[in-house]
């Protein structure tokens, strides 16, 4: 095996162990992605209550989750979770992890995504006397989800990307595999590479995807 | 090291990880500006030549993962002959990564100055460095403070990665202590509330900023926040008004 440049051959036998690694990348962002979005509109609703404690909870929520790094959680939720007797697989606290991490900005997209509807829409529906309900589901949240939805796009792609995170706490995602053949054959060259470009094709694609669908959305 | 001890014989230890930590937040930071300004120019410049290559590094470092790019800097580059140091390296991914991030927010900034100021110094017959450094990069400041606030704890949230190229910052301390002292949990919550109040620190350092711009060019402050309430009309959420 020559030691300088690329080896085809070898890029070649890395796949396999690269693209199981991928599956799990995907699947953890699919599930991250899941549990963000729903975290972070429990969050968001929390927050619009009248109740002041409980608001200035989930703010302090917000706000240490958004301020101290992911890499700190995961280890955090790590080697916290055995100690209560939780006791899962390192994949299933990864996508915690991922999920805590991003339902606080999640839940932020979600604010301003409501607070962005403009208020003569609010003033219109009260002046018709809609319901509550109705004033939600048929004014308020239509118009909400038009900027809120890019935005989570972006934000299941950048998750695609951090899941990589999940590597230092012993995931076999594709950045450990890739890492994995580096340290048993020395050889880092084509491994990360590959890791790299899968990530950047998969992202760069569906980045380029969402913004097509955003323009479609505002053209129709 | 020793099995007896416990965590308040590593504090200092951890502490020492502060500097570190906060060290290559500014460097990487230092680098991120000029960057972001730098390929936000190059992707609209009149030239092919210039735009084409500053969209490449754009695309590639914010479509491939952030880590992959580090240990590709710390891993690859010295099979290829060039052997960084890792604190180099972590700068040097980091700043890049950041400003093609950040690149979005000068161009933005360019945008929100109204035409009439670009007529009006070429009229006037201002030099071309003249009219960017006196006259558009002052007005488009103040929209870019927020935006750069923010990028700051991103910057020292993202600092965490460079302790997997073995950087002794906080993250790095905090894996030592805790494989010594097998008390995990302890160690790693302590190292969180220490980031937490970096993060305060610098997010009231750019709120300081942003007014101190805000005054200079006449615009109230709207202040620079982690977090806020929902602003919706209370009858909305049910509460009897």
Redesign the interface.
């Known amino acids: 095996m020559n030691?300088?440049g690329w080896n085809w051959s070898f890029a070649l036998s890395t796949l396999p162990a690269l693209l199981a690694g991928f599956r799990l990348t995907v699947l953890a962002t699919l599930l991250g992605s899941a549990l963000a979005f729903a975290l972070g509109l429990a969050l968001?609703l929390l927050?619009?209550?009248?109740h002041a404690p409980l608001?200035l909870i989930v703010?302090a929520f917000?706000?240490?989750v958004?301020?101290?790094?992911?890499?700190?959680?995961l280890?955090?939720l790590f080697?916290?979770l055995p100690?209560w007797g939780v006791s899962t697989s390192a994949f299933v606290t990864g996508v915690v992890g991922l999920g805590v991490y991003y339902s606080?900005s999640t839940s932020?997209v979600y604010?301003a995504g409501?607070?962005g509807v403009a208020p003569g829409q609010?003033e219109a529906a009260?002046t018709l006397g809609l319901p509550?309900r109705r004033?939600?589901s048929g004014v308020?949240l239509p118009q909400a989800m038009r900027t809120v939805l890019p935005v989570l796009g972006n934000q299941v792609i950048a998750m695609f990307?951090?899941?990589?995170?999940l590597?230092?706490i012993t995931v076999m995602e594709m950045?450990a595999q890739?890492?994995n053949i580096?340290s048993i054959q020395y050889?880092?060259?084509e491994p990360?590479?590959l890791?790299?470009?899968l990530?950047?094709v998969i992202?760069?694609v569906s980045?380029k995807g969402l913004r097509r669908l955003e323009v479609g959305h505002v053209n129709a | 090291m020793d099995a007896s001890k416990t965590l308040v014989d590593y504090l200092p230890f951890l502490l020492m990880g502060i500097p570190v930590t906060l060290e290559v937040t500014v460097l990487s930071m230092a680098l991120a500006l000029p960057v972001a300004l730098l390929l936000a120019l190059g992707r609209s410049a009149p030239h092919a030549w210039l735009r084409w290559p500053a969209g490449f590094v754009i695309?590639?470092f914010r479509?491939?993962?952030?880590?992959?790019?580090l240990?590709?800097a710390f891993?690859?580059l010295p099979?290829?002959g060039i052997d960084l140091p890792a604190l180099v390296a972590g700068v040097l991914v980091l700043g890049l990564n950041e400003g093609s991030y950040l690149s979005e927010v000068f161009r933005a900034g360019f945008a929100s100055v109204p035409d009439g100021q670009r007529e009006a110094s070429l009229t006037l017959g201002f030099s071309p460095w003249y009219r960017f450094f006196r006259v558009t990069l002052p007005q488009a400041l103040p929209v870019m403070i927020p935006p750069f606030g923010n990028a700051l704890?991103v910057m020292?949230?993202?600092?965490?990665?460079v302790?997997?190229v073995t950087i002794r910052d906080l993250?790095f301390r905090?894996?030592l202590i805790?494989t010594s002292l097998g008390e995990?949990?302890a160690v790693?919550?302590v190292?969180?509330v220490i980031?937490?109040a970096l993060?305060?620190m610098l997010?009231a350092l750019a709120r300081q900023l942003e007014a101190a711009v805000d005054a200079r060019v006449g615009r109230p402050s709207k202040g620079f926040r982690?977090?806020?309430?929902?602003?919706?009309?209370?009858?909305?959420?049910?509460?009897k008004s």
């Open positions: 030691a300088i968001t927050r619009m209550t009248r608001t703010n917000v706000s240490f958004r301020g101290t790094p992911l890499l700190v959680q280890y955090v080697y916290v100690k606080a932020e604010r409501i607070e609010w009260l509550i004033v939600w308020i990307k951090e899941t990589s995170l590597s230092t950045l890739a890492t580096g050889r880092y060259v990360l590479t890791a790299g470009a990530y950047f992202s760069y980045a | 695309e590639l479509g491939s993962s952030s880590l992959v790019q240990f590709w891993y690859v099979f290829f704890i020292l949230k993202f600092s965490s990665l302790s997997l993250s905090a894996n805790a995990s949990a790693f919550g190292v969180m980031y937490y993060a305060l997010s982690l977090s806020a309430r929902v602003n919706v009309p209370q009858w909305a959420i049910g509460a």
